[in-house]
């Protein structure tokens, strides 16, 4: 349900921006994403900023850092994503815009196991509960459209934006580089599963709102 809201609420700010009129281009501006804070897989804080380089291009950096908080699947995660992009306003008010993106995620999480030791014959005396650190990297691109809204004269605006993505994810466990082990997914995600030392090729729609605050 949860979702659903979100997803309508992006919807209705998309259709008002394309009706809104404005001089929105900026040298240089801060942003920040709210929405990122109820993400229900990795909570973060997730702040930016953006340099105009051209008279309709602009070059911007955001960095998400990962609380460190219990996550729908009941594990504590933490860690961070640095995303470089590249905009491209289409017009000279700088409201619409595409928006090109690469990430690098890295995050952290704790698992245990339960492993054989002392083996004879092939079989283990006894079974131990170990615990472990899963660390992932995740690497891919974004491509976005979205439109910039003037909210307070020239100072405040609001960036909607949606977009498609492709990413590649590798798991290792800390203690145990080598290792291949499954690892555990989220309730919501269950039925697809990942192993540790396995590449894994996925496609993504980003989609969010940042508010911006203009400096100069």
Known sequence: MKKILLTALLICICIVAFNQKGK???KKSLRLSPLSLIDVYHPSVTFGAELMT??????????????NTLAADNVYR?????????KFF??????????LDCFWKKNYWGE??????EYQNGIPSYYQNED?????????FNIKIGSRIELL???????PYIGLGARVTNHKVKEHPDEIIEVKKPF??????????VDAWALSIPMGVRIVFAIK
């Open 188 to 197: 919501f995600i269950s039925s697809q599963k990942a192993f540790t030392n």
């Open 24 to 26: 929105n281009i900026k």
């Open 54 to 67: 051209a008279k309709k291009q602009a070059l911007g950096i955001d960095i998400s850092l990962l609380i």
């Open 78 to 86: 933490t860690g961070f994503i640095i995303k470089p992009t590249y």
């Open 90 to 99: 289409l017009d000279n008010r700088g409201e619409d815009f595409i928006e």
């Open 132 to 140: 472990y650190t899963v660390v992932k990297n995740a690497w891919g």
């Open 112 to 117: 245990s196991r339960w492993v054989g030791r």
């Open 153 to 159: 004269d020239g100072w405040l605006f609001v960036e």
